[in-house]
C-alpha cells in the first residue's frame, strides 16, 4: 500500500489500494461522514471504483504502461545496437509474460496489440507456449471459466503445447521477458538461464539482488520496477490532480513501500 | 467544473469537427472507409485522455532514465533511482523542508 503525506493543510495520507477497489469506497465515505462540509472528499482515496468518482483506465494502467515503457526501451538506437535488434519496432518481437492476473492480461493485450508476438505466458500451474502466438483473450476467457490455464489448446493450434510448472520459465527462449507476478522468481538458482535479452519488471522486486548482478554480466537489459510498472501508481496520482487541482497542494514527500 | 471527467468538455465538439473534415473530404470527392471515418470522428472520452497522458508521461521518464543511464554509464535501474532521489532533493530544495 502507498500513501502520499501532503502538507500540514491537507492532513490525511491518502491511501493506495492493493487489490479491492470497494474498501476504497468505503473509506471515502466514512471520511466523508466524520468530514461534513470538506468539499473535496473524493480525493482522500485513490482507486474508487468508477461510479464513485474513480478514474477511467484505472485497471489496465499498470499494464499499459509496462508496454510502453517496452516500447520507448526498444525505440532507442544504443540499445537496438547493443542487444543486436535490427528495428525498435514491436512486431516480430517475441514475449514470455509470467502472470496472468491484472498486471499480465493487460500487458499482454497491449503487447499483442502493439504488434508482439506473446508466445508463452506462465501461471501457477504450467506454462501455454505457442511459438506461433497465443490468443490473449481467449487464454484469459478459458482462465475465468476454469480458474487455470491447464487444458487450453489456443484455438487448436497445432504448435500449442502445455509446460508443467516445474520446467519454469525463466529459461524460455524469447525477446523480451515479462515478470508480472511475484517477487524473487528471478533469482540465484536461475539467473544464469535467462535467454531474454529484455526483462521487463512488471512485477514489484521479481530479480533479486544477486540475480541482477549476474544479468548486469550478461548484458540483459532489465527495465525496473521503479520505471516500468509506475504507471498504475502515477494513474492514482492523476486522481488526485483532478480534485486537488484548484488548491494549492504542497507535496512534500512521495513514500511508496508495498504490502 | 474540476470535479468533471476529463474530456467531458471537449470531446463532443472533437467530433464535430472530425465530421466536419469527413464531409469536407467526401465532398471533394475522396472516399474514406467506415474504419477511417470511426477514427476520425472518435472525440476523446476520459479514457484516452488518460491514456494519452499516462503515454506522454512514461515516455518521457524512460527517456531520461536512459539519457541519466548513458551519461553515468550505469544499469536502468541505478538510473531510474538516481533520477527519483534527484526529483525528490529538488523539490525540497525548492519548496523548503518545514516543518
Redesign the interface.
Same mark, same amino acid.
Given at each position: 500500500m502507498g500513501t502520499i503525506e501532503g502538507s +500540514?493543510r491537507v492532513s490525511d495520507s491518502i491511501t493506495l489500494p492493493h487489490i479491492y477497489n470497494k474498501q476504497q469506497s468505503w473509506i471515502r465515505d466514512t471520511y466523508a461522514q466524520l468530514n461534513p462540509g470538506h468539499m473535496f472528499t &473524493?480525493g482522500c482515496v485513490t482507486g474508487k471504483p468508477v461510479g464513485h468518482?474513480g *478514474?477511467? +483506465?484505472r485497471e489496465s &494502467?499498470t499494464g /499499459?504502461?509496462v508496454s510502453? &515503457?517496452i516500447q &520507448? !526501451?526498444l525505440s @532507442?538506437p544504443? *540499445?537496438q545496437q547493443q542487444l543486436g535488434f535490427p528495428s525498435g519496432s514491436m512486431s516480430g518481437k517475441t514475449f514470455v509474460i509470467q502472470g496472468f492476473g491484472n498486471v499480465g492480461y493487460w500487458t499482454s493485450k497491449f503487447v499483442a496489440e502493439a504488434g508482439g508476438n506473446v508466445i508463452a505466458i506462465a501461471e501457477r500451474d504450467g506454462t501455454i507456449y505457442d511459438e506461433t502466438g497465443i490468443d490473449v483473450h481467449a487464454l484469459k476467457h478459458y482462465m475465468n471459466q476454469h480458474g487455470t490455464v491447464v487444458g487450453f489448446d489456443n484455438n487448436g493450434s497445432s504448435s500449442c503445447q502445455f509446460l508443467p510448472k516445474e520446467a519454469g520459465f525463466v529459461n524460455l527462449d524469447c525477446d523480451i521477458l515479462v515478470p508480472a507476478a511475484l517477487e524473487n522468481v528471478i533469482n540465484i538458482h536461475n539467473a544464469h538461464d535467462v535467454r531474454a535479452k529484455i526483462i521487463a519488471e512488471a512485477a514489484n522486486g521479481p530479480i533479486t539482488a544477486d540475480a541482477?548482478e549476474i544479468l548486469?554480466a550478461k548484458g540483459i537489459? !532489465? *527495465?525496473?520496477d /521503479?520505471?516500468a510498472n %509506475?504507471?498504475g501508481v %502515477? /494513474?492514482f496520482f492523476?486522481t488526485l490532480i483532478?480534485?486537488f487541482?484548484?488548491l494549492t497542494l504542497? *507535496? @512534500?514527500?512521495?513514500e511508496l513501500t508495498s504490502f | 467544473m474540476t470535479g468533471m471527467r476529463l474530456g467531458r468538455l471537449t470531446r463532443r465538439f472533437e467530433e464535430s469537427h472530425g465530421r466536419h473534415l469527413v464531409e469536407v473530404l467526401e465532398s471533394n470527392g475522396i472516399a474514406i472507409t467506415e474504419q477511417q471515418k470511426r477514427n476520425v470522428i472518435a472525440g476523446a472520452d476520459e479514457e484516452t485522455h488518460v491514456r494519452s497522458g499516462l503515454e506522454d508521461t512514461m515516455i518521457a521518464a524512460c527517456a531520461q532514465v536512459m539519457a541519466i543511464s548513458r551519461e553515468k554509464n550505469c544499469t536502468l535501474r541505478d538510473a531510474a533511482y538516481i533520477k527519483a532521489l534527484e526529483d525528490v532533493a529538488t523539490s525540497y530544495r525548492r519548496g523548503g523542508t518545514w516543518p
Open positions: +500540514g &473524493a468518482g *478514474i477511467r +483506465g &494502467a /499499459l504502461g510502453f &515503457a &520507448a !526501451v @532507442e544504443l *540499445i541482477d548486469n537489459i !532489465v *527495465i525496473p /521503479l520505471l %509506475s504507471m %502515477s /494513474l492523476s483532478i480534485y487541482n484548484s504542497k *507535496i @512534500e514527500t512521495i | -
